[in-house]
């Protein structure tokens, strides 16, 4: 029998891990990590945010999930729509496929199947002010990157994973930044930025895969209330790091595993 070690409480080290992360006031932010080998998790911060842009991996996924049920492929637009609407963030791709799987309805009813508790789709065209949580994203990132309990076919998380792994250059920012060699492909994202009108204040997030020290993580960063856009993204960067830190040197621990 393999000898078991102390369990390790993850929340705690990534709190710790998240304290010198500069954060200016009235900003929020939140995070949520998943060691894919070992399989345990942590989170920090908690709260429902805006999901910007970052809500098109959902809809594609839910997109998937359809042409799963009915037995198909994508057909050719919707194919051209999804690489616009993941690699380039383009909008009105976006807006074509949330129509094209029942807006918000359709989007909630695929996520209750994908396991998401906690994220409702915007009102009406607006996507892009659907609420979710960081524990949510992923939990859809495992749904996109584990076989085990998806309800995507291995072609369908194929096809997601390729095409986050495929960001146009301007916009590989976020969670690659803990990944090694920074963008050096170890990674795969998606990220989103909404200016509010209501205060000028920006919501910046960013989802994904890396790859650090050999392991892979889902890594999940909400924010709002940076002044720049900038500021955002930097931040995003800095809480991808500490996620991603406090697994590091992880050998799997009690929870993670398994006996022989």
């Known amino acids: 029998m393999e000898t078991v070690g102390p369990v390790v409480d993850r929340d705690a080290v990534l709190a710790a891990a998240m304290a010198p ?7 929020e932010v939140s995070v949520a990590v998943l060691d894919a080998d070992s399989g345990q998790s942590a989170t920090y911060g908690a709260g429902v945010f805006d999901t910007a ?13 359809r042409a799963q049920d009915a037995g198909r492929v994508l057909a050719t637009e919707e194919k051209a729509h999804a690489l616009a609407m993941i690699g380039n963030s383009d909008n009105d791709p976006a807006s074509a496929l949330w129509r094209a799987i029942g807006a918000a309805d359709g989007l909630d009813a695929a996520n209750r199947r994908f396991g998401l508790t906690g994220t409702g789709g915007g009102d009406g065209p607006l996507w892009g002010l659907t609420q979710t949580t960081a524990a949510d994203q992923v939990a859809l990132l495992r749904q996109v990157f584990l076989a085990d309990g998806s309800r995507l076919s291995a072609a369908s998380r194929a096809y997601v994973r390729g095409l986050m792994g495929r960001i146009a250059d301007g916009q590989r920012w976020g969670v690659s930044a803990a990944a090694d060699g920074g963008d050096g492909g170890a990674w795969a994202l998606k990220n989103g930025w909404l200016r509010r009108s209501t205060t000028g204040l920006w919501v910046v997030n960013s989802i994904g895969r890396v790859t650090s020290g050999g392991r892979d993580h889902l890594v999940a960063v909400l924010s709002r209330g940076s002044t720049t856009r ?4 930097s931040l995003t960067e800095a809480a991808a790091k500490a996620a991603v830190s406090a697994f590091a040197g992880a050998d799997g621990g009690a929870e993670g595993r398994k006996p022989s």
């Not at 842009?53 to 999930?65: M, N, P, Q, R, Y």
């Not at 900038?230 to 993204?233: K, L, Q, S």
């Open 53 to 65: 842009s970052i809500v098109k991996v959902d809809i594609l996924a839910a997109l998937l999930l």
């Open 21 to 27: 992360v500069p954060v200016a006031d009235g900003v």
């Open 230 to 233: 900038a500021e955002g993204i």
